[in-house]
């Protein structure tokens, strides 16, 4: 996994009536947090994980008319970015007769299909599940699974990574 250190402008906005002595400074952070994490992702710099600084205050502007205060704040995240070719482990949260859905850290979105798993077969049952041909391991809803990206693909419409996972090879697959 790929972690990149971003740093960005952005706008703080707190109402004048909340302000005290005690909690500008845990507005302004809440608020931050907000903006970093309510864009869930972004082609160049992947999925927001952390706020790591917050540059100093150096202006306040007050808006009269909406009885604001406007903050202008730099402040840094941490990202995280995922690459073909990488090794992650997910748990799964769907299974579907062609495949497996994965969610490995904010990626929620990770296709595994049946064809990159050898082996195994689809058993629907009241708990649908992936069992290998031997019999001695299964994948259903929950099981954690060790696996290779094969594809990431961005998604504009979503403004999300679809990535295309296998466990074709040594030491992939449930754990």
Same mark, same amino acid.
């Given at each position: 996994?790929? =972690?990149?250190?971003?740093?960005?402008?952005?706008?703080?906005?707190?109402? =004048?009536?909340?302000?005290? %002595?005690?909690? $500008?400074?845990?507005?302004?952070?809440?608020?931050? $947090? $907000?903006?970093?994490?309510?864009?869930?992702?972004?082609?160049?710099?992947?999925?927001?994980?952390?706020?790591?600084?917050? %540059?100093?205050?150096?202006?306040?502007? *007050?808006?009269?008319?909406?009885?604001?205060?406007?903050?202008?704040?730099?402040?840094?995240?941490?990202?995280?970015?995922?690459?073909?070719?990488?090794?992650?482990?997910?748990?799964?949260?769907?299974? &579907?007769?062609?495949?497996?859905?994965?969610? %490995?850290?904010?990626?929620?979105?990770?296709?595994?299909?049946?064809?990159?798993?050898?082996?195994?077969?689809? &058993?629907?049952?009241?708990?649908?599940?992936?069992?290998?041909?031997?019999?001695?391991?299964?994948?259903?809803?929950?099981?954690?699974?060790? *696996?290779?990206?094969?594809?990431?693909?961005?998604?504009?419409?979503?403004?999300? *990574?679809?990535?295309?996972?296998?466990?074709?090879?040594?030491?992939?697959?449930?754990?």
């Amino acid at each position: 996994m790929v =972690f990149l250190e971003i740093e960005r402008n952005a706008e703080v906005v707190i109402p =004048f009536s909340v302000i005290n %002595s005690d909690t $500008h400074e845990d507005i302004i952070i809440l608020d931050l $947090h $907000h903006k970093s994490t309510s864009e869930k992702t972004s082609k160049e710099n992947g999925y927001c994980v952390a706020i790591t600084g917050i %540059s100093p205050i150096s202006t306040i502007h *007050f808006d009269e008319v909406s009885r604001q205060l406007l903050i202008p704040v730099t402040f840094s995240y941490t990202a995280m970015k995922p690459y073909k070719g990488e090794i992650l482990i997910g748990t799964i949260t769907e299974i &579907r007769q062609n495949g497996i859905i994965l969610k %490995s850290g904010p990626m929620k979105n990770i296709f595994l299909s049946k064809i990159r798993m050898k082996d195994y077969e689809f &058993r629907p049952s009241n708990e649908p599940m992936f069992l290998k041909v031997n019999g001695l391991s299964y994948m259903k809803k929950g099981t954690k699974v060790r *696996f290779r990206v094969l594809n990431v693909k961005w998604i504009q419409s979503e403004e999300e *990574f679809n990535i295309v996972a296998t466990i074709l090879g040594d030491y992939l697959g449930p754990i």
